[in-house]
């Protein structure tokens, strides 16, 4: 059973934060959908079996260089941006 | 059934109605009806009739018009508009405006499609019932206090309630097939690599495709030949372009029936008799049905959970609120900001689905769950090439149920998780398949047939689909608003 201690952890690596008064019903939410996740167990040492099968491959195409978007379109979504950088606040 | 797209597009050739005229009717229903069924999250009305305004140049200069020409449709919340916002119907991507349109868009676009605009969805297609968007659910058009379903259900509430002829979805776990199944429609997932996914915002890229809902199967083929083929944008695209509406009529030279006994655990009594009917009138037209097993079903939609989530967690770690959409407005750090933005910008649903993803592909968890399910796939994968050695199409339920009350959603999370499981399997071995109308259930609501084909077999299913829905059309289509508006 996953650990409210696991949860924040989790939350951490994912960047979110978990309010104290969600944390009860989040950790039952995720023991749940765990469990639920857990039902591939019962596949059991067949899944060895399969490994590698989808003989993916990657696909290559020669570097090409393409004009890129403008700098000044990107920015018109982070409000204009500063000086042709996206702004943040400085750390006080 | 010559379809939607052939009969309006017939209209505007012998100038029975103009694309303008055609246009305000569409815009008029929506401003009518939008408001029960929130099908629309963004209405783009002044870009419709230009386009619109163009058709009827072309129309007027006796110019031919393309296959998709002057058509009114949708695009679902997560497929990338250049100028027109995009928010995958979630609070962090609000305000957002891509500079940019995907390959899906710029080739309608090429065709003149006419766009009404964008369509309700799940957020970031993560649902079964559209209830996670941000904007609130879509309702279905056959009884609105039950779901359109997800997550593409504003495309499929929109067709289905004639506020479009044709919407683009997308399907990473059912998304355009469920709906499509709830609103007594046609929805194609195509084969993945068929369609370009450059500009889809992604949610899980080894699942995701971009298809059709429309409301026949000609429609369906029309839209799909159109969309689908290579593109240098998008390196899994593998695009075999085929002309797939042109020989839509033909039948099958021979066709065999696949049931999987698999596919109808736990299916609701009144499905599985239209299913059990489907069969009975396929075997009448000529096709051989033989009753498979496919075990490896049974462990697809934890597997698809797992590798959905993974990839999710992955491709949301995007969002940070510097560069576009949402941020959190008080903050004293850069970690602090990111943290805020995504907590408040995400809803519980997305969060949940990251959380999960994040935690299976931990160290200490990932040989548990992430490379279990990835060896697992593989015996998904096995599974439909040994049942494909035995048939040519597929036979199973799209749901086992039909559409879901408001709410429903909500009160469960796994119990819905696992009203997705006839349709995961499909997106976990990237074959084909659409959902199809064939009967009602006691409170008139639609059940969905889904028919399955091998990897680019599109028009053998599509053939196959043909020639359920014109032997059923009238019993079928009884139901359903048949034509446009007052123009078919």
């Keep these: ?71 000044e379109e990107i920015l018109q979504n982070a409000g204009g941006g500063e000086n042709g950088y996206f702004p943040v606040k400085k750390r006080k | 059934m010559s379809g939607m797209i052939k009969t309006i597009g017939g209209l505007l050739r012998q100038k029975k109605v103009s694309c303008a005229e055609l246009t305000q009717a569409y815009l008029d229903g929506i401003a009518k009806d939008n408001s029960t069924l929130n099908a629309y999250v963004r209405v783009t009305a002044d870009r419709a009739l230009e386009t619109a305004g163009a058709v009827d140049r072309k129309i007027a200069a006796g110019e031919p018009l393309s296959l998709l020409e002057g058509i009114p449709m949708t695009l679902k919340d997560n497929i990338s508009t250049r100028g027109i916002e995009t928010t995958c119907c979630s609070r962090i991507l609000k305000g957002y405006t891509p500079i940019y349109d995907a390959t899906v868009w710029q080739t309608l676009q090429k065709q003149n499609a006419v766009l009404l605009g964008k369509t309700n969805m799940d957020e970031f297609a993560m649902g079964s019932s559209c209830e996670t968007s941000c904007f609130g659910g879509a309702a279905n058009p056959f009884d609105t206090g039950h779901v359109a379903g997800g997550s593409s259900g504003g495309g499929a509430s929109a067709v289905g309630g004639n506020l479009a002829v044709y919407a683009l979805g997308s399907d990473t776990g059912g998304s355009i097939r469920q709906p499509a199944g709830f609103c007594g429609l046609v929805g194609l997932k195509p084969t993945y690599g ?70 109808f655990h736990g299916v609701e009594p009144q499905v599985e008799t239209a299913l059990q009917e489907a069969v009975r009138t396929y075997e009448k037209l000529g096709a051989k049905i033989v009753e498979l097993s496919m ?173 359920f829905e014109q032997e059923m059309a009238g019993e079928i289509y009884r139901k359903t608003e048949w034509g446009c508006r007052q123009y078919a």
């Design chain 1, 1 to 71: 059973m996953i650990t409210k201690e696991e949860i924040l952890e989790i939350a951490t690596l994912s960047k979110l934060y978990v309010s104290e008064e969600k944390l009860d019903d989040l950790t039952k939410a995720m023991g749940d959908i765990l469990a639920f996740a857990d039902t591939i167990n019962a596949a059991g040492a067949q899944a060895e079996e399969y490994e590698g099968l989808e003989g993916l491959s990657n696909v290559f195409r020669e570097d090409e260089v393409l004009p890129s978007y403008p700098a």
């Design chain 2, 194 to 263: 068929a369609v370009s996914r450059f500009g889809l915002i992604a949610y899980a890229s080894s699942l995701d495709q971009i298809g059709p809902i429309c409301k026949t199967v000609s429609d369906a083929a029309a839209v799909f030949e159109t969309i689908s083929d290579r593109d240098p944008m998008d390196s899994t695209s593998v695009g075999r372009k085929e002309s797939v509406l042109a020989q839509l009529e033909q039948k099958p030279d021979s066709l065999t029936i696949g049931v999987v006994k698999e596919y």
């Design chain 2, 295 to 467: 075990p490896a079903i049974s462990y697809a939609l934890p597997v698809y959970y797992i590798l959905a989530c993974a990839e999710a967690s992955s491709n949301l770690g995007r969002y940070d609120g510097i560069r576009y959409g949402y941020r959190a407005e008080h903050y004293n750090s850069i970690h602090e900001m990111i943290c805020k933005t995504r907590s408040e910008g995400f809803g519980p649903e997305v969060q949940r689905r990251i959380l999960l993803g994040s935690y299976v592909l931990s160290a200490g968890y990932y040989d548990a769950y992430y490379k279990k399910a990835q060896n697992l796939r593989g015996a998904v994968i096995r599974g439909f090439e040994e049942t494909f050695a035995q048939c040519d199409v597929i036979l199973a339920p799209t749901v086992p149920m039909t559409a879901f009350p408001k709410g429903f959603a909500e009160q469960d999370q796994v119990q819905t998780y696992q009203t997705d499981i006839c349709t995961v399997p499909v997106n976990i071995a990237g074959i084909p398949a659409l959902s199809m109308p064939c009967g009602y259930d006691r409170k008139g609501l639609p059940i969905g047939m889904q028919l399955i084909a091998n990897r680019f077999e599109e028009k053998k299913l599509l053939q196959t689909a043909f020639l």
